[in-house]
């Protein structure tokens, strides 16, 4: 791979974040798991805004060298989108989807790492 698994998942977590991706998280499966090293979880608003997020995955680890096992198809009223890049998983989730499943409880021994969106400049101030 053309980058390192660890920063590619991380940055597309950063990437989710900063396209309003809710309560973006990377959880670090690589002492629990030996099918996945990361699950990059973040929340959408609508099927539309997971529908966008999942294409935004795909634009930015595309020239990265990475791309998705196979390519998920996704309904208009779709609450989960997965996305397996074999040492990554991305997941897309509705709220309510997210709320139930709660897969960071379910993977409670991974190492959990919050991503929030890069912080907007401060506007110039007039002296």
């Given at each position: 791979m053309a980058t390192d698994v660890r920063?590619?998942?991380f940055g597309?977590?950063?990437m989710l974040a900063e396209h309003n991706g809710g309560d973006t998280v990377v959880l670090d499966l690589s002492k629990l798991s030996t099918w996945t090293d990361f699950f990059v979880v973040t929340s959408s608003t609508s099927?539309?805004?997971l529908r966008g997020l999942a294409r935004r995955v795909e634009e930015y680890?595309?020239?990265l060298g990475y791309s998705p096992l196979r390519r998920p198809g996704l309904?208009?009223?779709e609450q989960w989108c997965l996305i397996d890049f074999g040492d990554f998983v991305v997941h897309i989730m509705a709220a309510e989807a997210r709320e139930f499943y709660e897969l960071e409880k379910l993977?409670?021994?991974a190492e959990l790492t919050a991503v929030n969106a890069p912080a907007a400049p401060?506007?110039?101030r007039e002296e």
């Open positions: 920063e590619a998942a597309c977590a950063a099927s539309t805004h680890l595309g020239p309904a208009d009223d993977w409670f021994g401060a506007p110039a």
